[in-house]
Nanobody, 130 residues
């Protein structure tokens, strides 16, 4: 059974930082792409960031929503089956529930839509105060 468990959310002041983690189990972690999405109150879920799988011969590909480029960084640690989202210079508009997602094995992108993702976590709340 596949499980994705997010952690690291919380309340932070504008300009602050948080690092979200998503621990995965029940899947072959190194072979899946991973994404972060968020849903703000009253809005639809939107893409935040994604990182590809790789065969070991190439660098990971990453992709970011325009609204977070230069502020957020996605990374993965295959040895720990964990994907991270480092969020810096947080703004009140970043307030949302953040979800991690995993693709099917060996899925070739793009990764900025929900289409590749077959497994989802339960979410972690991020609140940025002004």
């Amino acid at each position: 059974q596949v499980q994705l468990v997010e952690s690291g959310g919380g309340l932070v002041q504008a300009g602050g930082s948080l690092r979200l983690s998503c621990a995965a189990s029940g899947l072959t972690f190194s072979t899946v792409a991973l994404g972060w999405f968020r849903r703000a109150p009253g809005k639809e879920r939107e893409f935040v960031a994604a990182i590809s799988w790789n065969s070991g011969n190439t660098d990971y590909q990453t992709d970011y929503a325009d609204s977070v480029k230069g502020r957020f960084t996605i990374s993965r640690d295959n040895a720990k089956n964990t994907v991270y989202l480092q969020m810096n210079s947080l703004k009140p508009e970043d307030t949302a529930a953040y979800y991690c997602a995993a693709s099917s094995r060996y899925y070739v992108g793009p990764y900025s839509t929900e289409r590749p993702y077959v497994y989802w976590g339960q979410g972690t709340q991020v609140t940025v105060s002004s």
